[in-house]
Every structure is written in structure tokens, then in C-alpha cells.
């Protein structure tokens, strides 16, 4: 009995953990709206009164449709493996993700749910593990890419707020904005950095393995150095092979970061929206539209840095500080902020939150189940089946393609030794002769000896046969 209990104690604890996790979204929530609101009530809710109404729809169509294309690109990935697999499924394994990233700390709940709602969609486990690394590693890479690209443009918009002021009941609090921001950018780079230079350097590997995770163990960062040497090291494998999956197929690697570019060019673009319709963007210009989608890809990175369950208020503040310079009046910069947030967060964390609970193929794993560790772990349980696909397909591919470069080369060394035709003469034509393919000769018969030379015994036998086989008729006696 009372090892039946242990389970079930843990499971309640851990319910209870998410529980705390929603209660920390909605207080963050409720704070970030007194921040937002204080001493400004009145023309916050005058200018969310009169904001264009066509923009308002606007940003909702950019926040669904960047959830269609999500969707999309989960499709696309699942028919790799399957072709019953639909667009429905995709975004509701979508919406699925959105609502256990928006309740677990880092979005780290998120993939591992995803992948049991794909099992519940009769997609193989090792499938679905393989699919969202894959998600992961494309998703991460193009974020990384909008990260390079807002630094570039944008260094000086963010060094021109170099401290951002919160002050309520009385007092102030000075916060630096690049620190957080660098940090952040550092954070992004690194997951993929890591992972490439440790599945390709054997030394770093090995220095990141033993000595830095030791390290970490020592100062007591890591509790467990032994499992997070094993999860370190799946990470890693994992990388490889779904990498090499997706070199495997690079029509669908192209079309996949196309799409993960749109995505998140779609979320990023619902602030300068939300900016047009309360008044705070008076420029519709393209160069108006590029600053704030790369401000918002700075407030990614920041948001990134404080791993809260769904960036529940620091979300808020630090996009009041990102665009502080670019919308002074601070009632229109909230009335700007609540309007994004509304549309990113709150009706997403409603619609994906009822996706959930209601959805025929939701997940029937208990909600314990959605962190990162218990990913990893899904990653390393189905390591070997996912291992051997991979290969095949990889090797598959370079037999396919050495195959054509054959073919192609024999092409073009033929077309290069062929003689040209000569041309035809007046003269009458000669009967073909037939070649040694076309001119199949006989068998040769067994040469018989003349009767004539035959001894007497021999004579009557041969004389004999021929008059039971008659094969004698041409010879003369």
C-alpha cells in the first residue's frame, strides 16, 4: 500500500506545481495591468476606445495565421513519415504546444506534450520525437538569424535606452536594457553553437561532458552529474541524427525555413499593427514596419533571459522599455502593449487551453509530463529506432545521388565519343549482314566415320541403325 501511495503523492505534487504555475501567470498578469494602468486608467481605456477597429482585425488574422503556418509545418514534417496525417491535426498539436509552453517555466512543457498528441494522432512515438527535434532545430536557427539581423540594423535604436525607469507607490527602479538584451542574444546562440561544435569537435564534447558539467556539479548548480551527462550527450546524438535527417531532404529544409521565417515574421509584425491602430505609428512605411519587427525580436531575447511560465509580466515591462523611444506618450504605449498581449497571450492561452481540454487526440499523459526532462528522456528511449531511420534515409539519399552523377557522366562521356553518322551514298544499297548478336549458329553435328572404313562387326551394327533411326540416307555404301 504504501508504495502505491509514493506514485500518486509525487503525481498530486507535481499537479500542484502546474496549478502554482497558472496562479503565477495570472498574478503576473494582474500586475503587469496595474503597472500598466496606473494613474492613466482613464485615457487607456479612451484610447483602446478609439482605436481603427480594421487594424484591431488585422492582428488577430496575423496571430492565426501565424498558428496556421505552425501548423503547416508540422504537417509537412509528420508526412515524412505518414501520409494520413491532416492539416487540422497539425494545428491542433499546435495550439496543444502553445497551452503547456505558456504554463510551464522556459516554454520547456510545450514539445514533449506535442509529441504524445501526435502519438494520440497514430503517429509513432520515435516519429513524433524526431519531428519536434527537428522543429526545434529550424525554429531555433531562424530566430538566430532574426537575432543577427535586428543587431545589425538596430544596436543604436536599443544603446539609446540604455535604462528603463518603472517607478509605483513612490518609488523607482532602474533597469539596464542591454545587459539583458546581450545576455539573451548569447543564450539563443549558444543552444545551437554548442550543439553543432559538440557533435562535430570530440575534445569540446568531451570538455563540456566531463569538466563542465563537474564543475557545475561541484558548486552545486547540477544535482545530478551522472544524468545530466546522459541527457547532455542525447541532446547531442539527437542533434546529429535529426540533422542529418534533414540534410537528407533538403526540399523539405528549404520549404520548412521558409516557413518558420513567415511565422515568426507574422508574430513579430502584431506590435507596429497594434502601434497604427491606437495612434502610436503615424509612418506606414516598410522602414516603420522593419523597426518594429526587429524590436520585437529583441524583446525575445529578453523575455528569454527569465524563464517565468509564459513570460507573465516581464513580457509587459520589457516591451514598454523596447518601445519607449518610438511611442513616447506612455497612455498610448500601454494602450499599445495590452492590445499585443491581449491578441499574442491571452486569446491564444484561451483557444489552446479549450484545444486541450476538448480535443478527441489530446495528450492522456498526466500534466506532469511537460518539461524538458521528460522530453530528453523521450528522446533517449526511442535513440536507437530513430538512429537507424535516419541512417537509412541518409545512405538511401547518397545512392540516389551518386547514382544520377553516374548516370550523368556516362551522358556526357557517350555523348563525346560518338562518331558523326556518315552520310548516305548514292549506291545501291547491300543486303545487311548479320551480325554476331543477330546470326546464331547451328549446332555442329558429330562427324560419323565412312562405312566404307569401318571393320566388318562395326559395319553391321552401323548398318543396322540405320535402318531403325534412318539417319544413314545421304552416305552411299
Not at 514533449?112 to 497514430?122: C, E, F
Not at 524563464?307 to 509580466?313: K, Q
Not at 481540454?357 to 526511442?382: C, G, V, W
Amino acid at each position: 500500500m504504501e508504495k502505491a501511495k509514493a506514485p500518486l503523492e509525487t503525481s498530486r505534487r507535481k499537479t500542484l506545481k502546474y496549478v502554482i504555475y497558472i496562479l503565477i501567470v495570472l498574478i503576473a498578469t494582474g500586475l503587469s495591468l496595474f503597472f500598466s494602468l496606473n494613474g492613466q486608467f482613464n485615457e487607456v481605456i479612451s484610447t483602446l476606445g478609439s482605436a481603427d477597429w480594421r487594424y484591431v482585425l488585422i492582428i488577430f488574422a496575423l496571430v492565426a495565421a501565424s498558428y496556421l503556418v505552425d501548423g503547416l509545418i508540422i504537417l509537412v514534417f509528420c508526412r515524412l513519415y505518414t501520409r494520413k496525417y491532416y492539416f487540422h491535426q497539425g494545428l491542433a498539436a499546435s495550439l496543444v504546444g502553445q497551452f503547456y509552453s505558456n504554463v510551464t517555466p522556459g516554454s520547456s512543457g510545450g514539445q514533449v506534450m506535442q509529441a504524445y498528441t501526435l502519438k494520440s494522432q497514430g503517429v509513432p512515438i520515435s516519429n513524433a520525437a524526431s519531428i519536434f527535434v527537428m522543429w526545434f532545430i529550424l525554429y531555433q536557427s531562424v530566430l538566430v538569424g532574426f537575432d543577427v539581423v535586428a543587431f545589425i540594423f538596430e544596436l543604436k535604436t536599443v544603446i539609446a535606452t540604455p535604462v528603463y525607469t518603472l517607478g509605483a507607490f513612490g518609488t523607482t527602479i532602474n533597469l539596464p536594457i542591454i545587459p539583458i538584451i546581450v545576455l539573451g542574444f548569447l543564450l539563443n546562440i549558444s543552444i545551437i553553437f554548442l550543439l553543432v561544435v559538440m557533435s562535430y569537435s570530440h575534445r569540446f564534447h568531451n570538455f563540456i561532458i566531463v569538466y563542465v558539467i563537474g564543475f557545475l556539479g561541484k558548486i552545486r548548480i547540477v544535482k545530478n552529474v551522472e544524468l545530466s551527462r546522459e541527457r547532455a550527450r542525447a541532446q547531442v546524438e539527437n542533434f546529429k541524427i535529426e540533422l542529418r535527417r534533414l540534410m537528407s531532404n533538403i526540399p523539405v529544409l528549404i520549404l520548412q525555413t521558409i516557413l518558420f521565417i513567415v511565422m515568426l515574421t507574422l508574430r513579430n509584425s502584431v506590435p507596429y499593427f497594434a502601434g497604427l491602430a491606437v495612434g502610436g505609428f503615424t509612418d506606414p512605411s516598410f522602414p516603420a514596419y522593419a523597426h518594429s519587427v526587429l524590436l520585437s525580436s529583441f524583446h525575445q531575447m529578453m523575455t528569454g533571459v527569465i524563464p517565468l511560465p509564459g513570460s507573465a509580466g516581464v513580457s509587459e515591462f520589457f516591451f514598454d522599455a523596447l518601445f519607449s523611444n518610438s511611442v513616447p506618450n506612455r497612455a498610448v504605449r500601454s494602450s499599445m502593449q495590452l492590445l499585443w498581449r491581449t491578441a499574442t497571450f491571452h486569446a491564444v492561452f484561451l483557444v489552446s487551453g479549450l484545444v486541450s481540454a476538448l480535443y478527441r487526440s489530446r495528450p492522456k499523459e498526466p500534466m506532469h509530463y511537460a518539461n524538458r526532462n521528460t522530453f530528453i528522456d523521450l528522446q533517449l528511449s526511442t535513440f536507437d529506432e530513430r538512429k537507424r531511420s535516419a541512417d537509412t534515409l541518409f545512405q538511401t539519399r547518397q545512392l540516389s545521388r551518386l547514382a544520377l552523377q553516374k548516370k550523368l557522366s556516362e551522358t556526357l562521356s557517350f555523348s563525346k565519343k560518338k562518331s558523326p553518322e556518315p552520310k548516305e551514298s548514292s549506291a545501291p544499297k547491300l543486303p545487311p549482314v548479320a551480325t554476331k548478336k543477330e546470326s546464331v549458329p547451328l549446332p555442329k553435328a558429330k562427324a560419323e566415320p565412312a562405312i566404307s572404313k569401318i571393320k566388318p562387326k562395326e559395319k553391321q551394327r552401323a548398318m543396322k541403325d540405320q535402318d531403325v533411326y534412318g539417319e544413314w540416307d545421304d552416305l552411299s555404301l
